[in-house]
């Protein structure tokens, strides 16, 4: 039996922060659709926080802003002094309202592909979702000048009625080329790539500091991948599993 997309409730978070306008991008995304939306994001920069659980705190309070977004008055929206995953976790806890049924998470800028999206605040909110049985969705868009964010909502609003029937639990990674809605060539499953599209390095170590760098891996890019995919100007979508067992593994025999 087909879900009654009218009566859902839709947590809209981003690791860019409440002035992003990704997430204003996304929070429309899902008001088109008529659902239940509620903005509730990082009042500051949170990229690369993964999952974590962190947030400034008063007595025991977490600290949270009412706001208002353009084009959205309608659309509840706080800006929180926390990270994405403890947003996501509150909200799942009655923080902004009620429990969310679907977390939607971007429109970051800058894709989160491959193994790197274990640091991602963008994808580590979606998995912090999943594992309070929410369905979720990050999305995420490659840098550029301009910004087309418009292809982003394009296939954004693709996904989403599939999201919107989905299993609780199930969380999807969206990536998107910078290119304008004409130009993108489809959208295609992507297996995560071995890294992201940068890959950290450390290039020099000295008395008491260690200097890093940052290169593009475009040379590297293996096929089928969400890198690549996206590189050859695809949308990448990648259907993940938050922390589980590892059942293929046995360590029966250390048990006592």
Known sequence: MARSHRTTRVLVTNDDGIDSPGIHALAGVA??????????????????ASASLTAAQQGGRFLVEKRKLAGLDRVPAYAAQATPGFITLTASRGAFGPRPDVVLSGINRGPNAGRAILHSGTVG???TASTHGCRAMAVSIDV??????????????????????????VVLNLNVPNVAPERLR????????SFGAVQTNVTEVGEGYVQLGYSDIDAQYEPGT???????????????????????????VLAD
């Not at 008001?31 to 690369?48: I, K, R, T, Y």
């Not at 000048?145 to 299993?167: F, I, K, Q």
Request: net charge negative.
């Open 125 to 127: 909110a979606a998995l």
């Open 226 to 252: 969400d890198a690549q995919l996206v590189a050859d100007g695809y949308a990448s979508l990648t259907a993940l599993l938050a922390v589980c067992e590892a059942s293929a593994v046995d360590v029966s």
């Open 186 to 193: 489809g959208l295609r499953r992507g297996r995560l790539a």
């Open 31 to 48: 008001v088109g659709f008529g659902l239940d939306v509620v903005v509730a994001a990082p009042a500051w920069d949170s990229s690369g």
């Open 144 to 169: 550029g000048e301009p910004m087309y964010w418009s292809t982003a909502v394009e296939v954004a609003g693709r996904v989403l009625p599939w999201l919107l029937e989905a299993d609780a639990g």
